[in-house]
């Protein structure tokens, strides 16, 4: 190989490791945000399960109430299934 060819293969490779050391794509957030967001993102998740299963324990009070008036003759259990109803609509919505 003469020198002029290996100039070029050089020329060639630097600049393709120049283009790599840019990242050709769009800048990287810094890591301070990224952890900033997940800690965002971590404390709306534990709201969420907080809230979660403050729906799922007063839903258990509900259920039990209408399993016990619900064997004894003629109760009336339909305001009881209304309040589950409200709580069954308000975690979707959660």
Do not use: W
């Amino acid at each position: 190989m003469n020198i002029i060819s290996k100039k070029r293969i050089y020329a060639v490779l630097i600049t393709l490791l120049l283009l790599l050391l840019n990242g050709c794509g769009e800048p990287q957030e810094p890591a301070v945000n990224q952890i900033n967001h997940l800690a965002q993102n971590s404390q709306a998740i534990e709201k969420g399960l907080e809230s979660l299963s403050n729906h799922e324990q007063e839903d258990m009070k509900l259920y039990n109430v209408i399993l016990s008036q619900g064997r004894e003759k003629k109760s009336n259990v339909t305001g009881f299934l209304e309040q589950v109803e409200t709580h069954i609509r308000a975690k979707n919505y959660s």
